[in-house]
């Protein structure tokens, strides 16, 4: 694949997935925007994206249906290099049993389930249906070019959403840009536009999905140093990126429908092969792997959350199966700082030291890379309390066999 055809990558976990077929392009920035007006204060001004913002009110939690359903055990196989190693955690979680291992051939069974994947062209989507069709399930996706439904075919979605067993939707344009005033616009159009045509075909399907994921983000929490947030107590930050959380969340909650559970998944940084690990593994390897330091939190004490992209889908399957519904936080139990983090990932690829990166150079480097030193400087502590209470259990709960499970290297 050339680089001109790879599909972008978020560091947030979303795959990007945003282009319309040529019939469908956008005319006008209204249209560009698919329908929705974007901020006035974003519109006019890129120097100030983080001091001005639209009010940000937390989406409410919706109401829990009062049954449960048993999760079905996964197909068994033979567990990946590292997999034994991180299931032993060194601290307890709540949850009961280890997790079941992932399927690893696609010899399973025909389960007779369909589930429909849009922006399924990112490293997230691929691994997501190749890990369903292991277990038996047919995966429709929707997307671009290659993908078996395209954006603006509405007829198509509906046919492809009517009667299928889960709708996961994953599209959106990276974050990893230069906020200006084209890729600001670009963002929102491709969340909130990609979403709302969703929630239409499921609106008008005769037999509608029992449950609607919607992927968001866990950088819809303020910049939090003093205390982790969680879906109860987790307060809603400011500033362009939090807005685009929030509009994209109430764009999917204003789409209910009757029998149809929805779940906003609050994704970590997501870490696996091909996700914003690449740019870090790179840095490490040429000596430029210290904390970064500037921006709120002094000395690169900046919160990471993460989660292990094989934990992000466990997720999925667990939460298809259980009673939540509304915003779920995925991510792994055990945060690291910024300086943790370096720190283990260069002893995973066995480098023993790392320049640290202040905020001077970190805005130099990311006009050059045309990416946010947000991506790396604001604090996210984020834990996924709803799902450990559900009985979820991580088998990558901590950060060093996480690391050494996606690049292959052996434990310690």
Known sequence: MSDAERPEQNPDGVPDDRDLPAEHAPSSEHELLGGHELPSEYASSVEHA?????????????????????????????????????????EVLPGGSQPAPLPSASTAPSSGRTVVIAGASGFMGRRFAELLRAEGDRVITIGRSGSDVTWGDTENIVRAVDGSALVLNLAGKSVNCRYNEQNKAEIFRSRLATTEEIGVAIGRASTPPPVWMNASTATIYRHADDRPMTEAEGEIGTGFSVDVATSWEQTFFAAARPGVRQIALRTAITLGDGSALQPLVRLARLGLGGPNIGGKTPGGDQRFSWVHLDDAYRAIRFLEHSHLDGPVNVSSPFPSTNREFMAVLRRVLGVPFGMPLYGWMLELGSRVIRTETELVLKSRWVLPERLLEAGFTFEYPHLGPALRQILGKPAA
């Open 50 to 90: 983080e001091e001005t913002a639209i009010e940000t009110t937390q989406v409410p939690r919706l109401a829990e249906p009062q049954f449960t359903a048993p999760l079905p055990p996964l197909a068994p196989a033979t567990p990946s290099p590292g997999a034994a190693a991180s299931a032993q955690p060194t």
